[in-house]
């Protein structure tokens, strides 16, 4: 069974809850309307027959009603409230004088039943042919001897008729209303969707080749606006992944194809020349080197690859970063010096973070490896450490050939080159500064970047210190051992 659309079952719903709820009013106020029908009748069949009460006279062994005829009002009440009316010796049970409609009605009790009414006097309703009759009875006292039954009765034809009435109307007001209002539900329904199908063609027609495209916003800024906002935030950030994922695979094709390209050419000129076995050993060596480059290459993907799919666990220990920088500058001290460069470590006192010391020694390592090949014989480069507030901050400075303002912003994304043509000239497939990146952001931390070209460069790292309050803990303290060889 196809399932009802969101338009029908806001319908259903809505017509369900107003039937339940007219249906609930309405029989309310049909029970409220019967209840005062029904005490109103027995207020006035009270009153006319506690009036009525006060005309009774037993005169000469009789019983009659004494009034003034002459008093319009005495006598239309007198005739009114004598419209049903009985009265029965109750030492006989006789009856001794009853109204006209009564006798026509041909309601009368018998002497055992007047007995039973005279000990029972709660009122009484009668079904006849004009309907029910409710009788109230009392008992006249004429005498020490003497005592009448008196029965007065008032038809509740008019108020069962205009309870009826009223159920009746319920009955054909509520459906047809029911149906009105679903009606117009339905439209307001309609009209309250209409954004929603518009945002779904309008996502509809957003494939891969058009991320670019953005679902239309109202103005309005309600709910279906931040729906839309959502969407767009997400499509921008979907874009941003399609285009990265674009650019990786361009650059890894093309990494992998310059030294798979060179191999081939090589392997080739030395089958078709005649070469001597010296000859093979260089083109074999020259072949090696290429496989430990991209045998590189393929490790630092992998190792990327993992640390953005999260397999990658961190570890959470107290890391002295001054004595971590002092050590890996004097390993690196020699290889400056071999490139003519100076390296300087400016000393520190004694700083303390929390994180995991290998994937720190990356960091440094990295940054001290990138500032050597980008910086010219007799260049110099320092390494400085300090605390400044609740963060740890690492700069390392060089005198180097700078990036470019607009390549900045990229310097950080797999793969990207400031200078394509000094690729030839410099070892490293653009890697190291992604892991930089991500491993900085593992640490809560933050790297920046500040360049002009020709003048060098400064990157600051800056790390939160060992117990600054306020800082979320990392989720795991086991840490994966990975080679500080420099990406």
Same mark, same amino acid.
């Given at each position: 069974?196809?399932? #009802?659309?969101?338009?029908?079952?806001?319908?259903?719903?809505?017509?369900? @809850?107003?039937?339940?709820?007219?249906?609930?009013?309405?029989?309310?106020?049909?029970?409220?309307?019967?209840?005062?029908?029904?005490?109103?009748?027995?207020?006035?069949?009270?009153?006319?027959?506690?009036?009525?009460?006060?005309?009774? =006279?037993?005169?000469?062994?009789?019983?009659?009603?004494?009034?003034?005829?002459?008093?319009?009002?005495?006598?239309?009440?007198?005739?009114?409230?004598?419209? #049903?009316?009985?009265?029965?010796?109750?030492?006989? !049970?006789?009856?001794?004088?009853?109204?006209?409609?009564?006798?026509?009605?041909?309601?009368?009790?018998?002497?055992?039943?007047?007995?039973?009414?005279?000990?029972?006097?709660?009122?009484?309703?009668?079904?006849?042919?004009?309907?029910? @009759?409710?009788?109230?009875? !009392?008992?006249?006292?004429?005498?020490?001897?003497?005592?009448?039954? @008196?029965?007065?009765?008032?038809?509740?034809?008019?108020?069962?008729?205009?309870?009826?009435? #009223?159920?009746?109307?319920?009955?054909?007001?509520?459906?047809?209303?029911?149906?009105?209002?679903?009606?117009?539900? %339905?439209?307001?329904?309609?009209?309250?969707?209409?954004? *929603? =199908?518009?945002?779904?063609?309008?996502?509809?027609?957003?494939?891969?080749?058009?991320?670019?495209?953005?679902?239309?916003?109202?103005?309005?800024?309600?709910?279906?606006?931040?729906?839309?906002?959502? #969407?767009?935030?997400?499509?921008?950030?979907?874009?941003?992944?399609?285009?990265?994922?674009?650019?990786?695979?361009?650059?890894?094709?093309?990494?992998?194809?310059?030294?798979?390209?060179?191999?081939?050419?090589?392997?080739?000129?030395?089958?078709?020349?005649?070469?001597?076995?010296?000859?093979?050993?260089?083109?074999?060596?020259?072949?090696?080197?290429?496989?430990?480059?991209?045998?590189?290459?393929?490790?630092?993907?992998?190792?990327?690859?993992? &640390?953005?799919?999260?397999? *990658?666990?961190?570890?959470?220990?107290?890391?002295?970063?001054?004595?971590?920088?002092?050590?890996?500058? $004097?390993?690196?001290?020699?290889?400056?010096?071999?490139?003519? *460069?100076?390296?300087?470590?400016?000393?520190?006192?004694?700083?303390?973070?929390?994180?995991?010391?290998? %994937?720190?020694?990356?960091?440094?390592?990295?940054?001290?490896?990138? &500032?050597?090949?980008?910086?010219?014989?007799? !260049?110099?480069? $320092?390494?400085?450490?300090? &605390?400044?507030?609740?963060?740890?901050?690492?700069?390392?400075?060089?005198?180097?050939?700078?990036? +470019?303002?607009?390549?900045?912003?990229? @310097?950080? $994304?797999?793969?990207?080159?400031?200078?394509?043509? =000094?690729?030839?000239?410099? $070892?490293?497939?653009?890697?190291?500064?992604?892991?930089?990146? %991500?491993?900085?952001?593992?640490?809560?931390?933050?790297?920046?970047?500040?360049?002009?070209?020709?003048?060098?460069?400064?990157?600051?790292?800056?790390? +939160?210190?060992?117990?600054?309050?306020?800082?979320?803990?990392?989720?795991?303290?086991? &840490?994966?051992?990975? +080679?500080?060889?420099?990406?």
């Amino acid at each position: 069974m196809r399932p #009802f659309s969101l338009r029908t079952r806001l319908t259903l719903y809505y017509s369900l @809850i107003l039937a339940i709820l007219l249906a609930g009013f309405g029989f309310l106020a049909y029970r409220s309307l019967t209840l005062r029908l029904e005490q109103s009748s027995n207020e006035e069949l009270d009153e006319r027959a506690a009036a009525l009460k006060g005309f009774l =006279r037993f005169r000469n062994g009789q019983l009659s009603l004494v009034f003034n005829a002459n008093d319009p009002e005495e006598a239309y009440f007198v005739h009114n409230a004598t419209k #049903f009316y009985q009265a029965f010796d109750l030492r006989s !049970g006789e009856l001794v004088a009853q109204s006209r409609d009564l006798e026509l009605l041909g309601i009368q009790p018998s002497p055992s039943e007047v007995r039973n009414l005279a000990q029972n006097l709660k009122p009484a309703d009668i079904e006849t042919t004009q309907g029910v @009759i409710r009788f109230h009875q !009392g008992v006249f006292h004429a005498g020490p001897k003497q005592a009448f039954l @008196i029965r007065v009765g008032i038809s509740l034809q008019a108020a069962r008729m205009a309870s009826n009435e #009223f159920l009746r109307g319920l009955l054909v007001l509520i459906p047809v209303g029911v149906l009105l209002v679903a009606l117009g539900g %339905w439209q307001m329904a309609r009209s309250a969707l209409r954004p *929603i =199908r518009d945002l779904a063609r309008a996502a509809r027609r957003i494939d891969i080749e058009r991320l670019n495209e953005r679902l239309p916003l109202r103005g309005t800024r309600d709910e279906l606006d931040q729906l839309a906002q959502a #969407f767009n935030h997400t499509l921008a950030r979907l874009e941003d992944a399609v285009g990265q994922m674009r650019q990786f695979t361009a650059s890894v094709s093309h990494e992998l194809r310059t030294p798979l390209t060179a191999m081939r050419g090589e392997a080739e000129v030395a089958l078709l020349e005649a070469q001597s076995v010296e000859n093979y050993r260089r083109v074999l060596a020259s072949q090696l080197e290429e496989l430990d480059r991209l045998t590189q290459m393929i490790n630092q993907l992998l190792t990327l690859a993992r &640390a953005e799919a999260g397999e *990658i666990r961190l570890g959470e220990n107290p890391v002295d970063l001054s004595e971590l920088v002092a050590s890996l500058g $004097e390993q690196m001290e020699p290889v400056a010096a071999s490139s003519q *460069i100076k390296l300087q470590v400016q000393p520190a006192e004694s700083i303390v973070i929390r994180g995991d010391a290998e %994937w720190l020694e990356r960091v440094v390592l990295n940054l001290l490896d990138n &500032a050597i090949k980008f910086t010219q014989e007799g !260049g110099r480069i $320092e390494v400085s450490m300090a &605390a400044e507030g609740q963060d740890a901050v690492l700069r390392v400075s060089d005198t180097g050939i700078g990036i +470019p303002t607009e390549a900045q912003p990229h @310097i950080f $994304e797999r793969f990207y080159r400031a200078e394509p043509s =000094r690729s030839k000239q410099v $070892e490293g497939v653009g890697l190291g500064l992604a892991l930089v990146k %991500w491993i900085v952001d593992r640490h809560r931390g933050r790297i920046e970047v500040e360049s002009r070209a020709g003048e060098g460069s400064c990157f600051t790292v800056r790390l +939160p210190l060992a117990g600054t309050a306020g800082r979320p803990s990392m989720t795991n303290s086991s &840490a994966t051992v990975l +080679p500080t060889s420099p990406l």
